[in-house]
């Protein structure tokens, strides 16, 4: 079991920036791709982002390409998302999920074995 814990969020206003991380315990962050997805009230959950094991392979979601980057460090067990340049559309719950994987990376959450509980994120126009 992988256990995750998002933090970061919050409520700014449009065109700020925020910096999510989602830390893993429990069983060894090792070979774990990590991808963000998130949801907002009436709506589906939503890829956002994804990185492979090795951090070599990244994936955005058209949406935040060129605003968001997303990173790991697994010497800590923490998987980032960098949000720049906010936008309102951008307000949802997001979420961390972990997936066994060396060097693939994956936009589909039911690809997704371990997930974390969420953090709010915010954006005010």
């Known amino acids: 079991q992988v256990h995750l814990v998002e933090s970061g969020g919050g409520l700014v206003q449009a065109g700020a920036s925020l910096r999510l991380s989602c830390a893993a315990s429990?069983?060894?962050?090792?070979?774990?791709?990590m991808g963000w997805f998130r949801q907002a009230p009436g709506k589906e959950r939503e890829f956002v982002a994804a990185?492979?094991?090795?951090?070599?392979?990244?994936a955005y979601a058209d949406s935040v390409k060129g605003r968001f980057t997303i990173s790991r460090d697994n010497a800590k067990d923490t998987v980032y998302l960098q949000m720049n340049s906010l936008k309102p559309e951008d307000t949802a719950v997001y979420c961390c999920?972990?997936?066994?994987?060396?060097?693939?990376?994956?936009?589909?959450?039911?690809?997704?074995?371990?997930w974390g509980q969420g953090t709010q994120v915010t954006v005010s126009s």
């Open positions: 990185i492979s094991w090795s951090g070599g392979n990244t």
């Open positions: 999920a972990a997936r066994l994987s060396f060097y693939s990376t994956s936009v589909f959450y039911n690809e997704y074995d371990f």
């Open positions: 429990g069983r060894t962050f090792r070979g774990y791709g």
